[in-house]
């Protein structure tokens, strides 16, 4: 059975910094796209960034282009997503998500989600 389990949420000041990770177990992706996913208060979840767990190949949205960076560790099973400069509107929660490459996120898998809070 698959598993993501996400950690490294919290409360950070403006311009701060935190490093979310994301533990996958359960089963193999190499064939998977792995991403980040976020949803503020009132708003659509929406992609972050995304990484192909095989080739490393990283995508990201203009909103966190310079101030995100989207990693995994083959070995650990884990991906993780460094976050720069944070600001006020970057506060949601931030879920992992893996699904087969080609595939719609919805067919995917999914963690809980970590809380992340900037305050201004």
């Known amino acids: 059975q698959v598993q993501l389990v996400e950690s490294g949420g919290g409360l950070v000041q403006t311009g701060g910094s935190l490093r979310l990770s994301c533990a996958a177990s359960?089963?193999?992706?190499?064939?998977?796209?792995m991403a980040w996913f976020r949803q503020a208060p009132g708003k659509e979840r929406e992609l972050v960034a995304s990484?192909?767990?095989?080739?490393?190949?990283?995508y990201y949205k203009d909103f966190v282009k310079g101030r995100f960076t989207i990693s995994r560790d083959n070995a650990k099973n884990t991906v993780y997503l460094q976050m720069n400069s944070l600001k006020p509107e970057d506060t949601a929660v931030y879920y992992c998500?893996?699904?087969?490459?080609?595939?719609?996120?919805?067919?995917?898998?999914w963690g809980q989600g970590t809380q992340v809070t900037v305050s201004s």
């Open positions: 998500a893996a699904a087969l490459i080609g595939s719609a996120w919805s067919r995917g898998y």
């Open positions: 359960g089963g193999t992706f190499s064939s998977h796209t």
């Open positions: 990484i192909t767990w095989s080739e490393g190949s990283t």
